[in-house]
């Protein structure tokens, strides 16, 4: 991943490729943001003027470049647009500064080394600039065999302005780069193609990394999952020649007060099944283990960060095929719970897999259980495919959960649960069906998956089907391809929990 470096010299001063400034949009014109004071200086305090004259207006994420003047070791100037100028007294917004540190990490792939002179005078900025930059920095080239197709990330991002030695800026430093790690593991995760990513490569994975982090990893394979009664997940997974998986990955502190399980949807490919989705819906359906990636990533990061929390993360891994053993619309399906599901509609896997790992998750008895998953089309219908949806069976956790997305920077809107929906799902010949109406179809699916909770336990549900892969122009910090979504929302949540602020 692309360096991280926190340096006292201001943006003119220090040698790199290019300097990154900040540039708002201000009511005669744009305005440079602090932080670039010696860029400016260098320009004889005319660089919002040169900006002008070449179409810039601090407007979010623009992107200007310019040749750098005298007295400037850069030889180019990135000029990228934080928004409207904050009024006198106020900060900048954190998400301002995450998307326009990314936006120009991105416009300068293919650079060995970059100083960023954006306003990020004390720990929260620090963190801001470097999360967006690293997060924007990212770039997936694992298949790419001629490296003219694609210019590599961006090699060092050199944090100007901050100061390695203060105890605060460098745990920002250090947290940021942990997360951001995170996140482009999940992405990674995501882009891979579904050939070589299937539910035995993932659970290897868990393994590798479970060994290089300390962290406690069980594996159940067809044969366990068969004679544990894990019917959701075989049933899913019965019609593909690689057999599913059901993954714990656990992070224990000994000082530990709180523990959070959370459960993620991890279907490697899916086709629909036997009811078949139709063209131009299953090119991008290796993304369908997105939930399971986001999991993953976080139980490693609350390693990373040494936090004072128990987190057990449960992947329900399958690939969803329509083979000869294939489950068919009209099989019942018994459950790791007990209960019977008739299976209307084969294409409504996720919350079958995730079933078995909720009930799984619940004998435990945590404190708390998220789910994440790519769930339902009907929620990108709802939210669109930049905000995620919340439910949960605790108003006050949903109200957490989403306040807690917010403050990461990530998309996300509180969702009801009527309960006059549920009756939608009576089937019968089983205790329940896959599927209710169409309409409210993502409200659905949570009261679906509720019915799988143990009484008792606090749970939410992520639905993160809009926004965990991006099919449209890179933009902010997010590329194309895998976003990473939930990773940074989760990661603070555990956080919270360590410190005692939620459960």
């Given amino acids: 991943m692309t360096a991280l470096t926190l340096s006292t010299s201001s943006g003119a001063a220090l040698r790199a490729d290019a300097v990154v400034i900040g540039v708002t949009k201000g009511a005669k014109g744009p305005e440079v943001a602090a932080g670039a004071e010696a860029v400016d200086a260098a320009f004889d305090g005319k660089l919002a003027a040169t900006l002008e004259l070449l179409g ?104 100007v302005g901050a100061k390695p030695r203060d ?18 593991r999940a992405r990674d995760l995501i882009n891979m193609p579904p050939n070589d990513l299937n539910p035995k490569a993932f659970a290897s994975a868990v393994q590798a990394a ?121 099989d019942v399906l018994k459950m790791y719970s007990g209960k019977t599901v008739e299976v209307l509609n084969t294409d409504a896997e996720g919350r079958l897999v995730l079933a078995d790992a909720l009930a799984r998750a619940s004998e435990d008895n945590p404190d708390a259980i998220v789910d994440v998953a790519t769930l339902t089309g009907a929620m990108v219908l709802a939210l669109g495919t930049r905000t995620f949806a919340i439910m949960s069976n605790d108003d006050g956790f949903r109200t957490v959960l989403h306040e807690t997305a917010t403050e990461s920077g990530e998309q996300a809107w509180p969702m009801p649960m009527p309960p006059e929906l549920l009756k939608a799902m009576d089937s019968p010949v089983a205790d329940i069906a896959n599927m209710g109406e169409r309409a409210g179809g993502g409200l659905v699916a949570g009261l679906f998956l509720q019915e799988f909770v143990g009484e008792g336990i606090t749970w939410a549900h992520l639905d993160i089907a809009g926004p965990a892969f991006n099919e449209g122009a890179p933009f902010g910090y997010t590329p194309k391809g895998g976003a990473g979504t939930a990773v940074r929302t989760l990661v603070r949540l555990v956080e919270k929990a360590a410190a005692g602020d939620v459960l």
């Fill in 210 to 330: 479970g060994k290089e982090h300390g962290l406690k990893v069980e594996v159940l394979d067809e044969k366990a999952l068969l004679k544990g009664g894990f019917g959701g997940i075989m049933g899913v997974g019965q019609g593909s020649a690689t057999p599913p998986r059901l993954v714990k990955v656990a992070y224990t502190h000994p000082k530990a007060k709180k523990t959070v399980a959370l459960v993620g949807k991890g279907i490697t490919y899916d086709s629909g099944g036997i009811s078949l989705k139709p063209p131009g819906h299953n090119e991008t359906m290796k993304c369908d283990m997105s939930g399971a990636a986001a999991v993953f990533a976080t139980v490693v990061a609350a390693s990373k960060l040494g936090l004072q929390v128990n987190v057990t993360g449960w992947l329900a891994l399958a690939e969803n095929m329509p083979g000869g053993n294939a489950t068919r619309p009209g």
């Fill in 167 to 184: 105890k605060a800026h460098k745990a920002a430093a250090e947290r940021a780069t942990a997360v951001a790690e995170e996140v482009n």
């Fill in 56 to 159: 810039a207006s601090g407007g979010e994420g623009e992107v200007t470049k310019l040749p750098a003047p005298s007295g400037v070791k850069s030889a180019v100037v990135l000029a990228v647009g934080l928004g409207e100028t904050p009024a006198d007294g106020a900060g900048y917004d954190a998400e301002a500064l995450r998307r326009a540190a990314g936006a120009a990490a991105r416009a300068l792939s293919g650079t060995k080394k970059a100083a960023f002179a954006l306003p990020a005078t004390d720990a929260a900025g620090v963190e801001a600039v470097a999360t967006g930059a690293l997060l924007g920095a990212y770039a997936y080239t694992a298949y790419r065999v001629d490296s003219a197709g694609g210019k590599g990330p961006l090699g060092e991002i050199a944090l």
